[in-house]
T-cell receptor, first 117, second 113 residues
Framework: EAQVTQNPRYLITVTGKKLTVTCSQN?????MSWYRQDPGLGLRQIYY???????DKGDVPEGYKVSRKEKRNFPLILESPSPNQTSLYFC????????????????FGPGTRLTVT | GESVGLHLPTLSVQEGDNSIINCAYS??????FIWYKQESGKGPQFIID???NMDKRQGQRVTVLLNKTVKHLSLQIAATQPGDSAVYFC????????????WGAGTKLIIKP
């Protein structure tokens, strides 16, 4: 089954304790992205990756890191989490959007609800 | 800054009626628009998309209309069903080398029995 998986689904942690949220897709997609979703703000992009070893900042990258060492995995790293990073996080993947005829249809994971106290 | 916005945060529709969800965008350079549906506790799911060289596109029970003159996008759902209850997001891409989608805040669609 084609899917994007995220782990963990729920995480409660304390300020300053480094954490990693994993994301994996089995569709051989080039493009992967991380979003955070907060009430009334829709989805805001944190980082995205056009392909292996190619990553770039989205709208709200501060406090986050990513890596893309393999095509299928795109982990999100919070080196020193703070309470303002409490949010619902989504990973998404799609075919490369560089082709004019290609859709930007992104496949989303189930979400990771993070609480930082 | 430029953003995608929605006229109504909540829309209540009688089951069987048609639903129209509206979206205003402000970036005239946007060349691609997409609608997603998010059910409670799930990630967004693709519904339909449209490029700026079109003004209408139809899918299964859904139609997206694009009016570039007034920078307005709408999603029409025919014969609304209980399973259509969700939050609907529009998003835009401004094209060029920027592959980011700019998302609206969402409209919650409530189906009345």
């Amino acid at each position: 089954e084609a899917q994007v998986t995220q782990n963990p689904r729920y995480l409660i942690t304390v300020t300053g304790k480094k954490l990693t949220v994993t994301c994996s897709q089995n569709m051989n997609h080039e493009y992967m992205s991380w979003y955070r979703q907060d009430p009334g703000l829709g989805l805001r992009q944190i980082y995205y990756s056009m392909n292996v070893e190619v990553t770039d900042k989205g709208d709200v990258p501060e406090g986050y890191k990513v890596s893309r060492k393999e095509k299928r995995n795109f982990p999100l790293i919070l080196e020193s989490p703070s309470p303002n990073q409490t949010s619902l996080y989504f990973c998404a993947s799609s075919l490369s959007p560089t082709t004019a005829s290609t859709s930007y249809e992104q496949y989303f994971g189930p979400g990771t609800r993070l609480t930082v106290t | 800054g430029e953003s995608v916005g929605l006229h109504l945060p909540t829309l209540s529709v009688q089951e069987g009626d048609n639903s129209i969800i509206n979206c205003a965008y402000s970036n005239s350079a946007s060349d691609y628009f997409i609608w997603y549906k998010q059910e409670s506790g799930k990630g967004p799911q693709f519904i339909i998309d449209i490029r700026s060289n079109m003004d209408k596109r139809q899918g299964q029970r859904v139609t997206v209309l694009l009016n570039k003159t007034v920078k307005h996008l709408s999603l029409q759902i025919a014969a609304t069903q209980p399973g259509d209850s969700a939050v609907y997001f529009c998003a835009e891409n401004i094209g060029g080398s920027n592959y980011q989608l700019i998302w609206g805040a969402g409209t919650k669609l409530i189906i009345k029995p």
